[in-house]
């Protein structure tokens, strides 16, 4: 089953639950849940993600002015060179219910997310759940909630996962010999946690496993994610690896 796919039955059954409405116009009206992510340390230092129930969505960064620091500079990370992403994404339609889940609990018990516990600034996160019925919205930067926090991990690793993927499109496309370091630092990223729904990148990932011009070993770990989407697509839910 392909990232983002959905089986008919759950198809059926999210419809079954009242996840859309339709408006006067006849026109379907979904929920959409959305996650702003704000660090003026990093970059970029604002990045929006949008999710729909069926996994599509829509990713977009801006780069700020920001100085970049020791989390961006790590070799093969992320840094000040990041090209601007602003996309369509697709993720696991399963990754996508569960954040849907969740929110929708917090909805109905009007929970707040910010502990207020003096923590490391890990960035604000705004979190978002718009259905036919009202609104749910929350912002932090750490939640003692043990269930909120982990979500906002797993969007913050979903969105590293879109960034770095742009990164190999334009590595792929003016630095070939970068390749390499840069996919052996996914490939630990991806085990470690820090990047979530490599099948968000299915496509650069695929190009990679296909493409005879670059180095074996990148071709090899390309191939290495692209099992890991697989995984992805069978229910892996969020914080479990």
């Not at 010999?177 to 490939?187: A, I, W």
């Not at 650069?204 to 099992?227: T, Y």
């Amino acid at each position: 089953m392909k990232c983002g796919t959905r089986t008919i039955w759950l198809a059926l059954g999210i419809a079954a639950l009242g996840l859309t409405a339709r408006g006067q116009a006849g026109n379907v009206i979904g929920p959409v849940f959305r996650v702003d992510y704000s660090n003026p340390g990093l970059s970029p230092s604002h990045w929006t993600l949008t999710i729909h129930p069926d996994g599509s969505g829509h990713f977009q960064t801006e780069q700020g002015n920001a100085v970049v620091g020791l989390e961006s500079t790590q070799e093969g990370g992320p840094g000040k060179d990041a090209p601007n992403v602003d996309r369509d994404i697709r993720v696991s339609a399963e990754f996508a219910d569960r954040v849907f889940q969740i929110a929708h609990r917090h909805k109905l018990s009007k929970s707040q997310c910010e502990s207020h516990i003096k923590v490391a600034f890990q960035g604000w996160k705004k979190l978002k759940l718009s259905e036919p019925d009202g609104e749910w919205s929350c912002e932090y930067n750490y939640s003692s909630d043990k269930e909120i926090q982990a979500l906002g991990d797993s969007l913050v690793a979903v969105a590293e996962t879109i960034m770095e993927g742009a990164q190999l499109e334009s590595l792929l496309q003016h630095d070939r010999l970068g390749l390499d370091s840069k996919m052996e630092y996914m490939v630990e990223a991806e085990e470690e946690g820090r990047l979530q729904q490599v099948c968000a990148i299915r496509d650069i990932l695929e190009r990679l496993a296909d493409d005879p011009a670059v180095m074996e070993r990148v071709r090899k770990r390309a191939r290495v994610l692209l099992a890991k989407a697989e995984t992805e697509d069978h229910g892996a839910g969020i914080g479990v690896k």
